[in-house]
């Protein structure tokens, strides 16, 4: 790989034709592709217009449309908007759009390519984000064009220099070209000597510019480009950018500087960056499976997080550098809030349990130091802090600590840090910090029931009932009790037995307290909150984050188990938080009924971890096949809760939603637990019945790596652990030197299918509402419409409620529902 990254830097050094002085174009350099370091990671679609795409890094970023339609950031300044091309080509007297033109669109994990074909021509839009060293430079956007014929090119865009929500703008800027030789560059100007852009590409010039005379009116500006076929062929025309938020750095000639930097260091930047990413594809941990979608999805899922890291605006006396994780981004439009572009507590500590499980070590520390220096004098965590909070009196909004639960987060994430990496020195380190934290949460409860709630800020929704605000939400109180278990182990490793007990007593208690305040014995259900005594007893999704750190869950779960996984919350492209019959649901709002990639997750992994394997796998495959139904290579934040599709502000490319894949695929399905500290992997196989092996590769067990294989052998499934020092752990019968373990399988397994349904539709697919094994018999309580099957796995079966059928895939059990909506069906196998 050195060799060939050694190749691409001297491909690129050549420089333009003589005549350019300034910006020079750059011979075309080869790009990471699926035949060599993304071991085939690429999603290759045709175009669909309207939908987004994302190329983002630490220092820019680039949204737009499918269509070749984008704004660009360098970050926190919106540069520019609204970018189309036209072209004329010689003798073909039409102007041709190109964006009307885009034909096909290639997502590799370190660049996105969009090309648009007509008769005469092929033109390549390539984006990439790479991690700059300094502030000022963001993403680079290169046009390979390939034409029978001369022609001319119009880049038209709109400037925008606009610093990212809230810090205040400086009004429209004014544009002024430099010329270099027979070319030039834009420089954007704003009323102030500390604040301006530039934008430029080799060869090109100025297309309109008003003088001040004329009436007030708004123009695009213009690069204007000629193209010819063989003396620009085998060249980039790369599209560059630059702003400058100091007096030092806003000055032409800072700014020229910067982009002549950008456009003579090209092909390094590109080099180094395609090799940080071939490096983290061949270190962080990926899973084979027969399903090679799974495969991809969960790669991807790592590849989103990653991208999702951002140089933030240091403020005074900090770190000269520092990065956190922001929660995602979509086009900002005509604002300047390009999704959430900005950093979330909780989304980050959700976000960092995937992060663990695929061995990321560093970016957990880096983001958790960048909450941990936000932490507010008493102990509670920070909520939300914009990418150009320095800049502004953020602490006077109502943003930074407007939640509640990033600081129990903070508290079990932590944990889920130290066992699996081992390492206890981080938080000895950071001992003042999670003491302050377990200090707040313990001494923030209103009305003294020995539960924090929501007095210190929202739990999870911001919006209920007559717009009522929950006094004490079950979510919150479930975290607390986690938070409390996570506490005793902390105070363990750091020597504190006397906050070790107290905190282990403190999660009994609570939870204690939430099974005899929240469960209705008569309605076998959960309550949403409560305020003075009295339960909200909306039917939701958040008593299934019981589950999450993977202690014993609720204590009466089976009936909300089962609703869970019905047609009333789970529709077919993910569960929704409040159920369909519950007078509180619309599926179109933001916390009264929608679907999040999130819920889904969380509803995975209770299933996963109460024995529901099947309605487990169902959610977990609808998070994964995601990757490739909007944001290309991305999980959307939120859909409709009637039908599939993204809500029109959904933040296309979102944290945790990626992170919904990595962690119910590890911790769900796999069933791995890793205890870095004492070098064990204890594991769970929940894996499909049609499947016969699987591999967990590169798995960071502290600071090991190691690799879990996965086989059926008869009527066992063997788990095999290789590549390191650790040794396995799990109910089944361990070999002597902890290197492998048999599980006992049942002799009889059904497995499901997956897939999302076309745009639009509503929910229709099959749901498992329970599943048990009785003596020689498996039960399955179905729900569903129409007619539909399962693969059967084992002996050969007697059919309860269905028949059998054979087809080319083998045995399946076909049920009969009906028609007219959902209908239950109970099938027995027996064997």
């Given at each position: 790989m050195r060799l060939l990254l050694a190749g691409w830097v001297m491909a690129v050094c050549g420089v333009g034709s003589a005549q350019e002085a300034g910006l020079r174009t750059v011979e075309a350099f080869p790009l990471m592709d699926?035949?060599?370091?993304?071991?085939?990671?690429?999603?290759?679609?045709?175009?669909?217009?309207?939908?987004?795409?994302?190329?983002?890094?630490?220092?820019?970023?680039?949204?737009?449309?499918?269509?070749?339609?984008?704004?660009?950031?360098?970050?926190?300044?919106?540069l520019l908007s609204h970018f189309t091309i036209q072209a004329e080509v010689e003798g073909y007297p039409v102007p041709i759009d190109l964006n009307a033109a885009a034909s096909e669109i290639e997502v590799y994990p370190d660049h996105t390519t969009i090309t648009y074909s007509h008769i005469a021509f092929r033109v390549r839009q390539v984006m990439y984000a790479p991690d700059v060293r300094e502030a000022g430079s963001g993403a680079v956007v290169l046009f390979q064009i390939d034409s029978t014929r001369a022609m001319d090119l119009t880049f038209r865009?709109?400037?925008?220099?606009?610093?990212?929500?809230?810090?205040?703008?400086?009004g429209n800027p004014g544009a002024e070209w430099v010329k270099r030789g027979t070319s030039g560059f834009y420089v954007l100007h704003s009323d102030y000597a500390g604040?301006?852009?530039?934008?430029?590409?080799?060869?090109?010039?100025?297309?309109?510019?008003?003088?001040?005379?004329?009436?007030?009116?708004?123009?695009?500006?213009?690069?204007?480009?000629?193209?010819?076929?063989?003396?620009?062929?085998a060249?980039?025309?790369?599209?560059?950018?630059?702003?400058?938020?100091?007096?030092?750095?806003?000055?032409?000639?800072?700014?020229?500087?910067?982009?002549?930097?950008?456009?003579?260091?090209?092909?390094?930047?590109?080099?180094?960056?395609?090799?940080?990413?071939?490096?983290?594809?061949g270190e962080f941990t990926a899973i084979r499976t027969p399903d090679a979608g799974l495969n991809d999805a969960f790669t991807w899922a790592a590849v989103s997080i990653e991208q999702l890291k951002a140089r933030v605006q240091v403020e005074a006396g900090g770190p000269a550098s520092e990065t956190g994780l922001v929660a995602g981004y979509y086009s900002s439009g005509d604002s300047a809030r390009p999704g959430f572009g900005w950093f979330f507590g909780r989304d980050t500590l959700y976000t960092l349990y995937?992060?663990?499980?695929?061995?990321?070590?560093?970016?957990?520390?880096?983001?958790?130091?960048?909450?941990?220096?936000?932490?507010?004098?008493?102990?509670?965590m920070m909520h939300e802090y914009s990418q150009t909070a320095a800049s502004t009196a953020w602490k006077e909004l109502p943003y930074m600590y407007a939640a509640a639960d990033a600081t129990p987060l903070f508290l079990t994430q932590m944990l889920d840090y130290v066992r699996t990496s081992g390492d206890v020195a981080f938080l000895k380190a950071h001992r003042a910090e999670v003491e302050k934290a377990w200090q707040f949460e313990t001494t923030h409860d209103a009305d003294g029931d020995g539960i924090y709630d929501n007095s210190q800020?929202?739990?999870?929704?911001?919006?209920?009932?007559?717009?009522?605000?929950?006094?004490?939400?079950?979510?919150?109180?479930?975290?607390?009790?986690?938070?409390?278990?996570?506490?005793?182990?902390?105070?363990?490793?750091?020597?504190?037995?006397?906050?070790?007990?107290?905190?282990?007593?403190?999660?009994?208690?609570v939870m204690e307290k939430i099974e005899v305040e929240y469960y209705d014995a008569g309605k076998d259900a959960y309550g949403f909150s409560?305020?003075?005594?009295?339960?909200?007893?909306?039917?939701?999704?958040?008593?299934?984050?019981?589950?999450?750190?993977?202690?014993?869950?609720?204590?009466?779960?089976?009936?909300?188990?089962?609703?869970?996984a019905s047609h009333d919350f789970s529709t077919d492209w993910g569960t929704r938080d409040v159920a369909e019959s519950d007078p509180l649901y619309d599926p179109i709002s933001y916390h009264m009924g929608s679907v999040?990639?999130?819920?889904?997750?969380?509803?995975?992994?209770?299933?996963?971890?109460?024995g529901r394997t099947l309605s487990g796998y169902a959610h977990l495959m609808q998070n994964a096949d995601m990757t490739t139904s909007q944001d290309l290579g991305a999980v959307t934040e939120l859909l409709s809760g009637a039908y599939f599709q993204p809500f029109g502000r959904s933040t296309s490319h979102q944290l945790w939603s990626s992170a919904m894949v990595v962690v119910p695929v590890l911790k769900g399905m796999f069933g791995i637990d890793v205890d870095g500290l004492r070098g064990v992997v204890t594991v769970a196989p929940r894996l499909p019945a049609d499947w016969d092996e699987a591999v967990v590769e590169r798995l960071h067990v502290g600071a090991s790596v190691c690799s879990l294989k996965y086989k059926r052998s008869g009527g066992a499934m063997v788990v095999r652990l290789a590549g390191c020092s650790a040794r396995l752990a799990g109910e089944g019968k361990a070999a002597a030197d902890g290197r492998s373990i048999v599980f006992a399988m049942p002799a009889v397994e059904v497995a499901i299918g997956h897939g999302l349904p076309l745009r639009g539709a509503r929910t229709a697919q099959m749901k498992v509402l329970g599943q048990k094994y009785e003596g020689r018999s498996l039960v399955l309580e179905l729900e569903g419409m129409g007619v539909q099957r399962l693969k059967v796995r084992g002996a050969k079966v007697r059919v309860e409620g269905g028949v059998m059928v054979s087809s080319a895939g083998g045995d399946e059990v076909e049920v009969r529902f009906g028609g007219g909506g959902y209908g239950e069906r109970r099938v027995v196998l027996r064997w």
């Open positions: 699926a035949g060599r370091q993304t071991d085939g990671l690429v999603i290759r679609r045709h175009v669909e217009a309207g939908e987004p795409f994302t190329v983002a890094g630490p220092r820019g970023v680039v949204l737009g449309q499918q269509e070749g339609i984008f704004e660009a950031w360098v970050l926190p300044v919106k865009f709109t400037p925008e220099l606009r610093p990212m929500w809230p810090q205040l703008g400086q604040f301006a852009g530039a934008v430029g590409m080799p060869g090109t010039t100025p297309g309109i510019l008003a003088p001040y005379q004329e009436k007030p009116q708004v123009h695009p500006l213009e690069l204007k480009l000629r193209y010819e076929p063989k003396r620009d062929g060249r980039y025309f790369p599209l560059l950018m630059a702003a400058g938020t100091t007096a030092e750095t806003a000055t032409t000639a800072a700014l020229e500087a910067k982009l002549t930097g950008e456009d003579a260091e090209l092909g390094q930047r590109y080099a180094d960056h395609a090799a940080g990413y071939a490096k983290m594809l995937g992060v663990n499980g695929f061995g990321d070590f560093a970016l957990t520390r880096e983001a958790l130091e960048f909450l941990m220096r936000r932490q507010r004098a008493d102990g509670k800020g929202t739990g999870w929704v911001e919006d209920w009932r007559n717009h009522v605000m929950p006094k004490q939400e079950i979510y919150l109180a479930l975290f607390d009790q986690q938070a409390s278990v996570a506490m005793a182990e902390l105070a363990r490793f750091m020597g504190d037995s006397a906050t070790a007990d107290a905190a282990g007593k403190r999660a009994a208690a409560r305020d003075a005594g009295v339960v909200d007893a909306a039917a939701t999704i958040y008593p299934a984050v019981a589950w999450w750190s993977g202690g014993a869950g609720l204590k009466h779960p089976e009936a909300s188990l089962r609703r869970w999040w990639p999130l819920f889904t997750g969380w509803a995975a992994m209770a299933e996963y971890r109460a």
